[in-house]
């Protein structure tokens, strides 16, 4: 019980798994006892990634309680994003990129938060801050986050911060990272193989937006007709979540990883509001999101404005 665990989201993205493994390397060479962990199934994207740079996906925990008494958060820090059983351990760091919500310690902590598309981007940081050597695998983990997490540098999300971390990362891992860069996204975008159950868990967080209890829900495609071809059965089983979960709104996206535009598949009590949120009229749950690709910086915020009032 004295392994502090590392770990990202619920339903984990590259980010999520790559930068758990990246950081508890990092405290390893620091002179610490942390194991990386996962919380859910490794994505098509992902395990290109790992497979690309020879890494085995971290073990799948379920409740984190259960294996230690203190954890490190990557990539999240809302509870309701996090491991079964975190109110139960002591959260003794969190590297992040996204919004705070939902959370607090009993105990001070190490809380690192930048407004960065991703948080390679931020261990890239930190690397040189304990004067760490970053190895070629290592690096390729974290190029693999940053293309993720920015869609081959082109989302809104992007900083200058992330294409310059990109760069240097891309160097020490000796890849170009435009040709990986877009066979890896293409191998993520590949559907072809998921169930509409998978599409749905692949990339979703829970959010609460007021009074609003929602789910968002994120897939890319390079033809998104791959998933509306299956919209009435989608839709089905949107409400089916809906019901189950009690939420309010399931709010689905299909990303065009080639054009940088999605579709929104929605469902709920709260469908129509979401969409007049974007300006847009809900026909057959369903409408366009054109030049949106990020759920933190493009969707997020807007609910939270429309949903929470």
């Given at each position: 019980m004295s392994k502090v665990l590392v770990?990202?989201?619920k339903n984990p993205d590259t980010d999520s798994i790559t930068s758990a493994i990246v950081y508890a390397y990092l405290k390893e060479q620091?002179?610490?006892e942390v194991e990386a962990v996962r919380l859910g199934e490794v994505n098509n994207e992902t395990k290109y990634a790992l497979e690309k740079f020879g890494f085995e996906a971290p073990?799948?925990?379920s409740n984190v309680a259960e294996e230690a008494k203190e954890v490190i958060l990557v990539d999240h820090n809302e509870r309701q994003q996090s491991a079964d059983g975190i109110e139960n351990v002591k959260i003794s760091e969190v590297i992040d990129h996204h919004r705070i919500a939902n959370f607090e310690t009993a105990d001070p902590l190490y809380y690192r938060a930048e407004p960065v598309g991703c948080t390679a981007t931020i261990l890239n940081k930190i690397f040189k801050e304990k004067n760490v050597e970053i190895?070629?695998?290592i690096a390729g983990l974290m190029l693999s986050a940053i293309i993720s997490d920015t869609l081959?540098?082109?989302s809104p999300t992007c900083t200058d911060e992330?294409?310059?971390a990109g760069k240097e990362l891309a160097e020490i891992a000796g890849v170009n990272a435009e040709e990986y860069g877009l066979a890896m996204l293409k191998a993520g975008a590949d559907l072809s193989d998921k169930s509409l159950e998978d599409l749905l868990s692949l990339d979703a967080k829970?959010?609460?937006f007021g009074t609003v209890k929602s789910v968002v829900a994120q897939v890319n495609a390079v033809d998104v007709n791959d998933v509306l071809s299956r919209k009435e059965e989608l839709v089905s089983l949107l409400n089916q979540k809906v019901e189950e979960k009690g939420l309010n709104l399931f709010f689905f996206f299909v990303t065009d990883i080639l054009n940088n535009d999605s579709v929104a598949i929605v469902a709920g009590s709260?469908?129509?509001d979401a969409a007049k949120a974007f300006g847009k009229e809900l026909v057959e749950h369903q409408f366009d999101l054109p030049g949106v690709v990020s759920r933190k910086k493009q969707v997020v915020p807007v609910l939270t404005d429309a949903l929470s009032e």
């Open positions: 770990f990202g989201h620091l002179g610490a073990r799948l925990v190895p070629s695998n081959l540098f082109k992330d294409v310059q829970e959010f609460t709260s469908a129509e």
